[in-house]
C-alpha cells in the first residue's frame, strides 16, 4: 500500500522549492504542489509507486502549471519563458537556492525570514508568529508582501555570486537555526526531519564559502542534536540537569566542538558561534553540578553585548542565579515577564523555578499559572508536574 501521507511529509518541501524555482512564482508552485500530489493520489494506486516519486511530483506539478500558463495566455496573457527541469542531482540543492531568494536584501530582513519558513520548511503561520513573538495576521502580511517584491523584482531562483553571499549571510544562517528549531524545541510535535534538514544546508553552505559563523552555528545545532535522544521521556520533556547524558552522542559533540573552536580560531567570532561555545559547555559537562556557570554567564554577557535581547538577557539571568543565587537571577527575570517577555511561556517557567528555589511558593505557583495559560496541550503537563511537585514540597 502506497502511504502518501509520508510522502507529502518527506518529499513536499523539496517539490515546492524545485516548482519555485521552474515556476518563478511562489503561488503558483503551491498550486503544482497540490495539483501534483492530487494526481499521484488517483494514478499510483492503479499504476504503482514510481521509481523516483519525487522527480515524477515534480514533471507532474510542472507540466499541470504549464497547461495552465497556457490556458491563461489563450485568454491574453503573456506566456513566461521559463527554464527546463534539470537532472536530479541538481534538485537536492533547491531548498538551498530558495533560501538565498527568499533572503535576498530587497524585502525586510523580518520578512525575507518569514517567507523562507513559510516556503521552504512549511511552517504555519501561527508557529512563526510564535517564534517571533507577533500575531499571525501581522506575520501573514509579511509573507505576501515579501512574496510580491521578490515577484515584482523578477529574482532569480539560484545561490548568489561569491561576492554577493556576505549581504545575505546573516539572514541565512537566522532562518537555518530557526528550522533546526522548529524540529528540535517543539514539545508538540518534535521534527527531527526539520533539524537534521538545517544541519544539511548548514553543511552545504559552508562548503560554499569559508566563515566562522557557518562553522560556529553548524557545531551550536550539532551539540543541541547530539542530546536529543535525552529530551523526552514518556513524551515528556525532561530538564537538561535531569537528562540521562549515557543516551548523548558524544561523537557528535566532538564534532561539534570542534567546529566551534575553528571558528574562535577563524576570528570571525559572532552570536552563532558564542551561543556554539555555551552549548558545548553543556554537552561537555559530565553532569549538571560540574557544568561551568562562571563561563556560561560569561559568554551570555557577550552574547548580550553582540546580540540584545530579552531572550539573552533571559538566558543570562538563569546562568548568573546558578552563580550567584535565584535572588540575583530573579531581580533580572521579573522586569522581562513583566515587560518584553510577558507573552514568552518559557520566561514566566523561569521567573516560577527561581521564587521556588527562593522558598516563595505562592508568587510561584502564580507564576507556574500564567506559563500554562501561555502553553499548548502537549506542554501542559510537564508543567503541572511542576505545580503538584511545588504543593508537594
Given at each position: 500500500m502506497i502511504d502518501l501521507a509520508a510522502i507529502w511529509a518527506q518529499d513536499r518541501q523539496r517539490v515546492l522549492a524545485t516548482l519555485i524555482r521552474l515556476l518563478g512564482d511562489f503561488d503558483r508552485a503551491e498550486e503544482a504542489l497540490h495539483e501534483a500530489f492530487l494526481a499521484a493520489a488517483e494514478k499510483w494506486p492503479r499504476q504503482g509507486l514510481p521509481d523516483n516519486p519525487f522527480g515524477w511530483l515534480v514533471s507532474a506539478g510542472r507540466f499541470r502549471a504549464l497547461d495552465q500558463m497556457r490556458r491563461e495566455a489563450r485568454m491574453g496573457g503573456e506566456l513566461p519563458d521559463l527554464p527546463a527541469p534539470e537532472l536530479a542531482p541538481e534538485w537536492q540543492d533547491d531548498s538551498l537556492r530558495l533560501i538565498f531568494?527568499?533572503?535576498?536584501?530587497?524585502?525586510?530582513?523580518?520578512?525575507?525570514?518569514?517567507?523562507?519558513?513559510?516556503?521552504?520548511?512549511?511552517?504555519?503561520?501561527?508557529?512563526?508568529?510564535?517564534?517571533?513573538?507577533?500575531?499571525?495576521?501581522?506575520?501573514?502580511?509579511?509573507?505576501?508582501?515579501?512574496?510580491?517584491?521578490?515577484?515584482?523584482?523578477?529574482?532569480?531562483?539560484?545561490?548568489?555570486?561569491?561576492?554577493?553571499?556576505?549581504?545575505?549571510?546573516?539572514?541565512?544562517?537566522?532562518?537555518?537555526?530557526?528550522?533546526?528549531n522548529e524540529g528540535y524545541l517543539s514539545a508538540a510535535a518534535p521534527r527531527p526531519d526539520l533539524s537534521t534538514e538545517a544541519i544539511r544546508l548548514c553543511r552545504h553552505l559552508g562548503a560554499l564559502m569559508q566563515d566562522g559563523e557557518v562553522l560556529g552555528l553548524?557545531?551550536?545545532?550539532?551539540?543541541?542534536?547530539?542530546?536529543?535522544?535525552?529530551?523526552?521521556?514518556?513524551?515528556?520533556?525532561?530538564?537538561?540537569?535531569?537528562?540521562d547524558r549515557g543516551q548523548w552522542d558524544h561523537r557528535m559533540i566532538a564534532e561539534g566542538r570542534a567546529l566551534i573552536e575553528r571558528a574562535f580560531a577563524s576570528g570571525s567570532v559572532g552570536p552563532f558561534t558564542i551561543q556554539g561555545a555555551i552549548a558545548a559547555l553543556h554537552a561537555n559537562a559530565p553532569s549538571a553540578g560540574a557544568t561551568d556557570w562562571a563561563e556560561i554567564a560569561g559568554l551570555y554577557a557577550v552574547l548580550e553585548r553582540l546580540q540584545p535581547s530579552p531572550v539573552v538577557r533571559l538566558n543570562r539571568a538563569m546562568a548568573l542565579a546558578m552563580v550567584r543565587g535565584p535572588a540575583a537571577g530573579l531581580a533580572m527575570v521579573q522586569p522581562l515577564t513583566q515587560g518584553p517577555l510577558a507573552n514568552y511561556r518559557l520566561a514566566h517557567l523561569a521567573e516560577a523555578d527561581l521564587l521556588t528555589r527562593l522558598q516563595r511558593r505562592p508568587e510561584a505557583h502564580a507564576a507556574y499559572g500564567r506559563a500554562l495559560a501561555l502553553s499548548s496541550d502537549a506542554e501542559k503537563p510537564a508543567i503541572e508536574a511542576l505545580v503538584a511537585k511545588l504543593h508537594g514540597a
Open positions: 531568494t527568499c533572503c535576498h536584501p530587497a524585502p525586510p530582513p523580518e520578512a525575507q525570514v518569514a517567507l523562507t519558513l513559510r516556503t521552504v520548511c512549511g511552517l504555519a503561520t501561527e508557529d512563526i508568529a510564535r517564534a517571533f513573538l507577533i500575531r499571525p495576521p501581522a506575520l501573514a502580511q509579511r509573507i505576501v508582501r515579501a512574496k510580491a517584491r521578490i515577484k515584482a523584482l523578477g529574482l532569480g531562483y539560484e545561490i548568489p555570486e561569491p561576492s554577493e553571499l556576505p549581504a545575505r549571510l546573516q539572514a541565512v544562517l537566522h532562518v537555518i537555526y530557526l528550522v533546526f553548524l557545531g551550536l545545532m550539532l551539540c543541541h542534536e547530539a542530546r536529543r535522544q535525552g529530551r523526552f521521556k514518556d513524551g515528556a520533556p525532561v530538564a537538561l540537569e535531569d537528562q
